[in-house]
């Protein structure tokens, strides 16, 4: 099965919002309610942003949000600060108990 | 607090196999599903698979079935994750992970600390 579609990167300035789309086929992303976000600074392990499509787990700032509309989710990051600048994978838990990963998308802050 | 701490890096030759652990703390092994994701060297992450601690049920990605076994050890709380017939491909770090919630999802809220396999000749 292909990956998620994610644009290969994003930019934006201090202070800016951005977003990012994860797009896949319908049995998927679409008919998923779990769609998860992750932010992965090299060197490090991920670090879960947003699951089940927009619940933000403890501890993760309330400048991430997570929404989805047809066959797309998306990651809304406000108020850009420089400590954002990593990659981003989203992934779905599809209902054959599989999983698939988006192909990343590098967010850098100018 | 939720640890899951896995074995030491890796060196093995082209056609050989890997076995790699995850040992899990901190809650109650079989209430949690564990899953394996992989990242080779500037690559995204590609999942590979699930292991049901409780039941020791799995569920393999297409792309390493044959190639690929998840097992437990309840007494140990211990998940293995065993990849046969390397290939240079197969050089990543491998994460164990486990889910945020006690249904499986994506959601992985604990990430081991990862290992690295290298397959080279």
């Known amino acids: 099965q292909s990956a998620l579609t994610q644009p290969a990167s994003v930019s934006g300035s201090p202070g800016q919002s951005i977003t990012i789309s994860c797009s896949g086929i319908s049995s998927d992303v679409s008919g998923s309610k779990s769609v998860s976000w992750y932010q992965h600074h090299p060197g490090k392990a991920p670090k879960l942003m947003i699951s089940?499509?927009?619940d933000r787990p403890s501890g993760v700032s309330n400048r991430f949000s997570g929404s989805k509309s047809g066959n797309t989710a998306y990651l809304t990051i406000s108020g850009l600060q420089a400590e954002d600048e990593a990659d981003y994978y989203c992934?779905?838990?599809?209902?054959?108990?599989?999983?698939?990963f988006g192909g990343g998308t590098k967010l850098t802050v100018l | 607090q939720v640890q899951l701490v896995q074995s030491g890096p890796e060196v093995k030759k082209p056609g050989a196999s890997v076995k790699v652990s995850c040992k899990a703390s901190g809650y109650t092994f079989t209430n949690y599903y564990l899953h394996w994701v992989r990242q080779a060297p500037g690559q995204g992450l590609e999942w590979m698979g699930i292991?049901?601690?409780?039941?020791?049920?799995?569920t393999y990605a297409q792309k390493f079935q044959g190639r690929v076994s998840m097992t437990r050890d309840t007494s140990t709380t211990t998940v293995y994750m065993e990849l046969s017939s390397l290939r240079s491909e197969d050089t990543a770090v491998y994460y164990c992970?486990?889910?945020?919630?006690?249904?499986?999802?994506?959601?992985?809220?604990?990430w081991g600390q990862g290992t690295l396999v290298t397959v080279s000749s």
């Open positions: 992970v486990r889910t945020r919630q006690t249904y499986d999802s994506s959601a992985y809220s604990a």
């Open positions: 089940d499509v927009n």
């Open positions: 992934s779905s838990y599809m209902s054959s108990s599989t999983v698939l």
């Open positions: 292991i049901n601690p409780s039941s020791g049920s799995t």
